[in-house]
């Protein structure tokens, strides 16, 4: 198969690289994270799809890894007495129930209060977990799958977090504590935002993370500082 040269373009949050391979168009950029080098999510741009089976469940994978990670991180999820294998057994429990849930994002556009059921189901069949943590579980491992092109539309809501909440000045209670009622009371606020730029929730959120982000060279921008200040004081 013939190939193309590979452009790398190096800025002081890594690296984004640019390959071609036949048909084959793929983006990925590689970011400093923690003191190490990551893949963020890829999106492939291609005439026809020639992805492997052993490719995509590498990415499915990944994509897993990095939302249990991103949803539980910042809140005590596991009870004092649990062991490496209790805590094991949840994440593979969480991982399961996230495949099963994202199954009809995949196929169809999903409406909002359909979506909000689902995290609703979601919270419920993980028992130990409150709505705010079942939110972010499900609308962060959407992002990432909507991000790597394998959904049917954009998700109907985005993941939120302290970053968020910041951002449309309703940071209390913290993201972790946000019952059915106020996660709807945000995301109607969130909307709100999003419309008067012209957008939907995940695209608004998308753009406003990518823009905030220091890791993706963002810069002193407006937003930026307050919501850093915010999570010091967490």
């Known amino acids: 198969m013939a190939t193309k040269p590979i452009t790398v373009e190096s800025s002081s949050s890594g690296a984004t690289v640019i390959g071609h391979v036949g048909k084959l168009a793929w983006v990925a950029k590689a970011i400093a994270w923690r003191g190490a080098f990551c893949i963020a999510p890829c999106r492939f741009f291609q005439d026809e799809m020639t992805i492997s089976s ?8 990944e994509i897993l890894s990095r939302t249990l990670q991103g949803a539980f991180q910042r809140v005590q999820i596991y009870d004092k007495s649990a062991t490496n294998e209790d805590r094991e057994q949840f994440r ?19 409406s909002s209060q359909e979506h909000i059921n689902n995290i609703d189901t979601l919270k419920s069949e993980l028992k130990i977990v409150k709505f705010g943590v ?3 579980l499900l609308n962060l491992y959407l992002k990432w799958l909507w991000c790597a092109g394998y959904l049917y539309d954009a998700p ?24 059915k009622e106020l996660y709807e009371e945000r995301v109607r606020k969130i909307s709100e935002i999003a419309q008067q730029e012209g957008l939907e929730i995940a695209s608004w959120e ?5 823009h905030w982000n220091p890791a993706y060279g963002a810069g002193d921008k407006p937003g930026r500082k307050k919501s850093e200040k915010v999570l010091k004081q967490k």
């Not at 052993?54 to 994978?61: A, G, L, T, V």
């Not at 302290?162 to 209390?172: G, M, N, P, Y």
């Open 156 to 179: 109907p809501h985005c993941p939120i977090d302290s970053i968020i909440l910041a951002k449309i000045k309703t940071q209390e209670p913290r993201w972790p504590l946000l019952s």
């Open 92 to 110: 593979e429990i969480a991982r399961n129930l996230l495949r099963k849930s994202s199954v009809p994002y995949r196929i169809r556009k999903i």
């Open 134 to 136: 079942a939110q972010k």
């Open 54 to 61: 052993e490719q995509k469940d590498f990415i499915e994978k």
């Open 206 to 210: 998308l753009r406003f993370f990518n």
